[in-house]
């Protein structure tokens, strides 16, 4: 159960959130190989390997070893890929491929934090051309995400720039909780794998979000809470208790709906008595 709203005269705090099998059900990248295939980015054989990669991540989740191969498999794949292009694929079928995979409980989650005024960060491993528009799609306030290297050219040169992975992610947090003023004993965060012990330890309120067998190991040994997402829904369909567009565009709707229902009371204040007339 989360705590109430921050007191705002304490240092600001946040929840960080893993992003594959965490907040979505499945892996972000790899669910847009057919999109990329589509696009002509990959050919037939990629889009079956990429398959039963995400079969595998499914199944049991990826250890530390698996977790490289598929960094080395995924830099050598889009060496050459033109950046631009990607990123319109990805905003093109975003909510098809996205949307319908979030989990309804990390939705709600998302929600109650930012309701007790917290900033929700999105930690992933994956790339930012993929991290960023979903962080967008979920209210995120940050991303962190991992970041290939760009060419002159404007596409992919297969090499990383940075590795949001294990270790790294704690050190962007404590980054973070630096240039934002987080208090990190407050914090929360959140993940599914073993290899985010390093994230999970450095807050305050670590979760483990349906862990995998190393992972509910350690949340048992330590007394993490442990839970289980298994209800992924669209958003659109839990719009009453789940704020898609950012904060202030909310504002913008509701005082724009004000507006509508006044203008509609007036109307029909006028016509009955114009009627009664």
């Excluded at 940075?162 to 407050?186: Q, V």
């Excluded at 898609?244 to 009955?272: E, H, K, S």
Aim: aromatic letters at 8%.
């Amino acid at each position: 159960m989360l705590k109430g709203v921050e007191n705002h005269s304490l240092p600001r705090t946040a929840a960080f959130f893993d992003l594959d099998k965490t907040v979505i059900a499945k892996s972000s990248t790899l669910t847009f190989s057919k999109s990329f295939y589509q696009g002509g980015l990959i050919n037939r054989r990629a889009v079956l390997r990429t398959a039963y990669a995400q079969f595998v991540f499914l199944a049991g989740g990826a250890d530390h070893d698996q977790m490289e191969r598929m960094r080395a498999y995924l830099s050598a794949l889009c060496r050459g890929w033109n950046v631009q292009q990607v990123k319109e694929i990805i905003a093109e079928t975003l909510h098809d491929l996205i949307d319908p995979i979030i989990y309804d409980e990390a939705a709600s989650l998302i929600e109650e934090h930012h309701t007790a005024g917290r900033d929700v960060v999105i930690v992933s491993t994956s790339g930012a051309e993929v991290v960023e528009p979903i962080g967008e799609l979920l209210g995120a306030d940050r991303v962190v995400a991992t970041r290939m290297v760009v060419g002159d050219d404007g596409c992919f040169t297969g090499e990383v720039e940075y590795y949001a992975y294990g270790p790294t992610k704690a050190e962007a947090i404590r980054e973070l909780a630096e240039s934002e003023g987080y208090d990190l004993s407050r914090c929360y965060a959140y993940s599914d794998s073993a290899t985010d012990v390093p994230m999970l330890e450095s807050v305050g309120h670590p979760h483990a979000v349906n862990p995998d067998r190393a992972l509910r190991r350690e949340a048992l040994a330590r007394g993490w809470p442990i839970l289980d997402f298994h209800r992924p829904v669209r958003l659109k369909q839990r719009i009453p208790t789940f704020s898609v567009p950012p904060r202030p565009a909310l504002v913008a709707v509701a005082a724009i709906g004000a507006a509508a229902a006044t203008a509609g009371l007036v109307w029909y204040a006028n016509r009955r008595r114009a009627t009664v007339a």
